[in-house]
């Protein structure tokens, strides 16, 4: 399929703001990304927009609505193994949520969330829709655990420079499986010998072990956001509780680093995010 983009730009968003309502990144927080590669941003989704992304998902998850990937297509250690078995059909993402509902369009045009991926990528931003743009669910009783890996290792860009943006729909902590991330290891180069065949990194490797010491859980509250380098290592465990976690994920380019053709990575349309509303006379 020949590479599209959407341009959705002239789209009006309900209770978008103005860039000068904005919280932007501090030169703090810009220089800590470029160092650490990740960012948590506090609040970027309101109480009311969890609310209704909660909604949506708990929806098509009890109708099993639109495209979905199974625990079981996983691989991953904890997955049921047949669709006969107890948790077989256990969903751990709802894919193309970008389409699920207006609400993640309404979110990811306000500026408060665009404005920040723009200090980060640059002024023109694009949204891949072949990648995460998802609804990550982890369940109580049957979900994986996914070793640590980088983003970029399955996809095919002219840069490795796009980053993600995961809502936390509720609180993430150790016990629920939340992301654990390394700091800096975004600027690593991983030669294959340290990766297993499906490009995980092997943590039974001694050469592995300083990297894997640096490891840091990432405890995210509702409405919480990380923001993370498409390099960065990052892991998650199994959901140790009784509820079920629900986080949403998209991912960013700058207009100039396109998917490289007939790749998994330009199998699908992208979104061309609405430009900055400049306050006027600048
Ligand atoms: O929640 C998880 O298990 C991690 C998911 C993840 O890192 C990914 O899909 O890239």
New binding site residues.
């Given amino acids: 399929m020949e590479h599209q983009i959407v341009d959705n730009t002239s789209q009006t968003t309900p209770d978008a703001g103005s860039v000068t309502d904005v919280e932007m990144l501090s030169d703090a927080q810009l220089a800590q990304f470029q160092r650490e590669g990740f960012l948590v941003v506090r609040g970027l989704g309101s109480p009311e927009i969890c609310r209704r992304m909660r909604d949506v998902a708990q929806r098509d998850l009890e109708a099993v609505t639109g495209s979905v990937e199974y625990e079981i297509d996983t691989g991953?250690p904890g997955a049921p193994e047949s669709f006969a078995l107890p948790g077989g059909r256990t969903i751990?993402?709802l894919l193309a949520a970008h389409s699920r509902d207006m609400i993640f369009t309404d979110w990811m045009s306000q500026p408060s969330v665009v404005e920040p991926l723009r200090q980060l990528l640059g002024p023109r931003l694009v949204m891949p829709l072949a990648h995460?743009n998802?609804v990550?669910t982890?369940q109580p009783r049957f979900?994986?655990?996914?070793g640590w890996?980088q983003?970029i290792r399955y996809w095919s860009f002219a840069r490795p420079e796009l980053v993600?943006l995961w809502l936390a729909l509720g609180s993430e902590c150790e016990q629920n499986?939340?992301?654990s991330v390394v700091p800096g290891s975004h600027q690593l180069e991983l030669g294959p010998e340290r990766l297993d065949e499906r490009l995980f990194l092997r943590d039974d490797l001694q050469e592995n072990q300083e990297l894997l010491e640096r490891r840091i859980p990432v405890i995210l509250e509702p409405g919480d956001a990380l923001i993370f380098h498409c390099r960065m290592l990052?892991?998650?465990?199994r959901n140790r509780t009784d509820a079920v976690?629900l986080?949403v994920?998209f991912t960013f380019r700058p207009e100039d680093n396109p998917p490289i053709p007939n790749t998994r990575s330009a199998s699908l349309p992208e979104m061309l995010l609405p430009p900055s509303v400049k306050p006027a006379g600048e």
């Fill in positions: 991953y751990r993402r995460h998802c990550m982890k979900s994986s655990e996914t890996h983003d993600s499986g939340c992301l990052h892991a998650a465990s976690k986080s994920v």
